[in-house]
T-cell receptor
Framework: NAGVTQTPKFRILKIGQSMTLQCTQD?????MYWYRQDPGMGLKLIYYSVGAGITDKGEVPNGYNVSRSTTEDFPLRLELAAPSQTSVYFC?????????????FGQGTRLTVV | GENVEQHPSTLSVQEGDSAVIKCTYSDSASNYFPWYKQELGKRPQLIIDIRSNVGEKKDQRIAVTLNKTAKHFSLHITETQPEDSAVYFCAARSGGSYIPTFGRGTSLIVHP
């Protein structure tokens, strides 16, 4: 099991460019999430998905888009990159369980917009 | 939605001392409370969790307590070691939404 795999690890974008952060998991988890982590601000939810074909906005969705065509993949698209999107991005997944289960995280993508 | 407050933001201790990190949550329907450790440049990883039907859980030097009435839970680390230095995140998950909400994190520094 590879767990949650996220690519790329690092990226520098120019203002106005676009990119897609890839995320795939091999644990057959139905829930997947994208978070951004800014210094001292914890993990803020961008988008999440409860299963293939279903996505919903989190706390900070502006400037981002997602899709979930398969259970395994949950890419995050940045259109028209802005300096405010400089951050570390984490993809995560969980199995939906009424009692609660841990979230598994990808290794993160450090994005700088210049 | 759920709101999770975490304190302190920074905690500095001497090796061998105990460390306590506290979190409060707002949604009384939350039923799962995990704690994650994030070492520098790494991904967050689960270190301990507690469910709403349990008041305390211990795993070696780490323990978590939950007070449902007051809606707060705490992480206790005893006999701290330099390798405990990291950022610790608490989270709360509602039984209805399955979406974990994270605290802002506590940077724990253990001085040798």
């Amino acid at each position: 099991n590879a767990g949650v795999t996220q690519t790329p690890k690092f990226r520098i974008l120019k203002i106005g460019q676009s990119m897609t952060l890839q995320c795939t998991q091999d644990m057959n988890h139905n829930y997947m999430y994208w978070y951004r982590q800014d210094p001292g601000m914890g993990l803020k939810l961008i988008y999440y998905s409860v299963g293939a074909g279903i996505t919903d906005k989190g706390e900070v969705p502006n400037g981002y888009n997602v899709s979930r065509s398969t259970t395994e993949d949950f890419p995050l698209r940045l259109e028209l990159a802005a300096p405010s999107q400089t951050s570390v991005y984490f993809c995560a997944s969980t199995f939906s369980d009424r009692g609660g289960t841990e979230a598994f995280f990808g290794q993160g993508t450090r994005l700088t917009v210049v | 939605g759920e709101n999770v407050e975490q304190h302190p933001s920074t905690l500095s201790v001497q090796e061998g001392d105990s460390a306590v990190i506290k979190c409060t949550y707002s949604d009384s329907a939350s039923n799962y409370f995990p704690w994650y450790k994030q070492e520098l440049g790494k991904r967050p990883q689960l270190i301990i969790d507690i469910r709403s039907n349990v008041g305390e859980k211990k795993d070696q030097r780490i323990a978590v307590t939950l007070n449902k009435t007051a809606k707060h839970f705490s992480l206790h680390i005893t006999e701290t070691q330099p390798e405990d230095s990291a950022v610790y995140f608490c989270a709360a998950r509602s039984g209805g939404s399955y979406i974990p909400t994270f605290g802002r994190g506590t940077s724990l520094i253990v001085h040798p």
